[in-house]
């Protein structure tokens, strides 16, 4: 099955499932059926891979943290075999965020610097210096402008051919970290909000996509949005670390429902698909609730205990629901990790996968059946040490790709459905 420890515990084997128990004791059982069985690993990067994989004509394009900026790297995968292509070591810092592909490049964030990277050789095209401070955001590429955030309070449209700017819109309170949508001439984004202020004036942005000009700020959330948005028939769905899931009309920023049942904060993206809202919560729980009324559909919570996490944003296939998890151990540093695959319409689970030593905070792609997923290396840190990354490709039991509204509008890593938008 692929299944194994995620700490210096062990693991109990059968015929239907795997007992997880790291160095404390504490332990989870995950079920051992149909999908994720592992296919490849790629286990050069240094550092977590917090980045989301992009799947373009076969080649899988992710980055990864590096335990120093001289290790960070943006990696080309061949998506069959996990051998490496290229690598682009030429960053000013870590990638904590997820590669958009679009007419034959790559674009990244890297501290301060946006980067386009030529898809097929590795070789740079282009440098946006302009931010003051990191970009943790993904990029956005729509009709030949990319689109992306800094901690530098700023929303930037860059000409995705030259590297110029187009525009900044600097009105949001404190960093931008959501990752923007475009959609029927809008950019969508969401804002930390100030520390000062207890992130009280964090907000969801609506921007005109060619001029920059606020249309909207919908400033209901109580805490940060670093949710990104997700569009779907006019409504705008994003998640605050307030604990709630916000539904907002796209045109005039009104809410239509709120739902408020999560107990943490909701930094997951929503993805939206045949009228569902599927978005997971640090209270430890995926949720599904209706796209319309806001109610909720059902709650997977993975039988984990109450300190657990779902900081991966879910991806859905041919029914199927997957997502990363995390749940913290008593000792410090110390996680359990599990990549799951849970029935859309009913919240059972279908399989987990339990090798990776820490969170599953990289959001899964599917792609003709399998699952390209960033995580930390099987091999546990201590004491707060660097951890290595890995890319993993898993059969995800299922026919098919990913689906949905993320998919449909290229965020958070995709697949060629979207790559030439």
Known sequence: MGLGTESSGSTDENDD?????DENG???????ESGGDVKWEFSEPAGNVLSSPTVIDGTVYVGSMGNSVESAALYALDAVSGEREWAFTELSESIKSSPAVAAGTVYIGSGPTLYAIDAETGDQEWAFTE????????????DGTVYVGTWGSTLYAVDAATGEREWAFTEPSGAVRSSATVAAGTVYVGSYGNRQENHEDAALYAVDAATGDQEWAFTEPSDSVDSSPTVVDGTVYVGSDDGTVYAVDGATGEREWAFTEPSGGVYSSPTVV?????????????????GATGEREWAFTGGFRELSSVPSSPTVV??????????????EYTYLGVLYGVNAATGEREWAFAKPAAAVSSSPTV??????????????SSGGAPIDGVVYAL???????????????????????????
């Open 26 to 32: 504490n332990s989870t059982t995950v079920s051992d």
């Open 395 to 421: 059969d995800a039991g299922v026919d098919g790709s990913s689906e949905g509204s993320r998919v449909r509008l290229g965020t958070l890593g995709h697949h060629a459905v979207a790559a030439e938008r």
């Open 367 to 380: 792609v003709d059946g399998i699952v390209y997923v960033g995580g930390p290396s099987p091999t546990p």
């Open 17 to 21: 499932e795997t007992t997880v128990t």
């Open 274 to 290: 045949d009228g569902t809202v599927y978005v997971g919560s640090y209270d430890g729980t995926l949720y599904a609730v209706d």
């Open 318 to 331: 041919d029914g199927l629901v997957i997502v990363g998890t995390a749940a913290k151990t008593d000792a």
């Open 131 to 142: 931010p003051p401070r990191q970009i943790d955001a993904s990029p956005t590429v729509r």
